[in-house]
Every structure is written in structure tokens, then in C-alpha cells.
């Protein structure tokens, strides 16, 4: 009952998110290697993401603009993540 990943379906390539849903469900059930497991990547940078959801939120209601160091942190992540996805499908 995970939903499927229409990306990979499509290519045969696992997307930088696939794995997601699995690690989530492996968290909630205290299977912590599992979760690890299903995306590693992800699961290593959950207090990162977490960050990022209270400090953008702190932003909104605060109405103040996401400062140049943030934008470049979040660029430095997303390229990771790439970078994460195309080793892990092509090792």
C-alpha cells in the first residue's frame, strides 16, 4: 500500500525521493536500519529538512525574505540530492 513512484515507472530509474515512503513507514515502526535503508540520504538529513520547514515558516510569519546564505545552503542540497540519485542508480 506505498504509493508508487511514477518516475520510476516511466524510466526504470529510481527518482532522488524514491524510497521515501518506505523509510517513512520504518520510522513510525521504529525500524530504524530499514528506514536507513529504503534512502539513506534523506534519512541522514531529516534535522536539515526539519530546519528548514520552522525556519521558513518563522519567515512567513514573520514576513521577512529568506536571506542569500539559506537560498545557497538549499542549492547545495538540492544538487546532493542529484548527486545522491545518480550514484545510487548507476552503482
Known amino acids: 500500500?506505498?504509493?508508487?513512484?511514477?518516475?520510476?515507472?516511466?524510466?526504470?530509474?529510481?527518482?532522488?525521493?524514491?524510497?521515501?515512503?518506505?523509510?517513512?513507514?520504518?520510522?513510525?515502526?521504529?525500524?530504524?536500519?530499514?528506514?536507513?535503508?529504503a534512502n539513506p540520504f534523506i534519512f541522514t538529513t531529516i534535522p536539515f529538512i526539519l530546519f528548514e520547514i520552522v525556519y521558513n515558516v518563522y519567515l512567513s510569519y514573520t514576513e521577512?525574505?529568506?536571506?542569500?546564505?539559506?537560498?545557497?545552503?538549499?542549492?547545495v542540497y538540492c544538487s546532493a540530492l542529484l548527486i545522491f540519485a545518480i550514484i545510487r542508480d548507476f552503482m
Open 64 to 75: 521577512k525574505r529568506m536571506p542569500l546564505w539559506n537560498k545557497i545552503l538549499l542549492g
Open 1 to 37: 500500500m506505498y504509493i508508487p513512484c511514477i518516475f520510476r515507472s516511466i524510466t526504470g530509474y529510481r527518482c532522488p525521493c524514491c524510497g521515501t515512503t518506505t523509510m517513512c513507514v520504518s520510522i513510525l515502526r521504529f525500524r530504524f536500519s530499514d528506514a536507513f535503508y
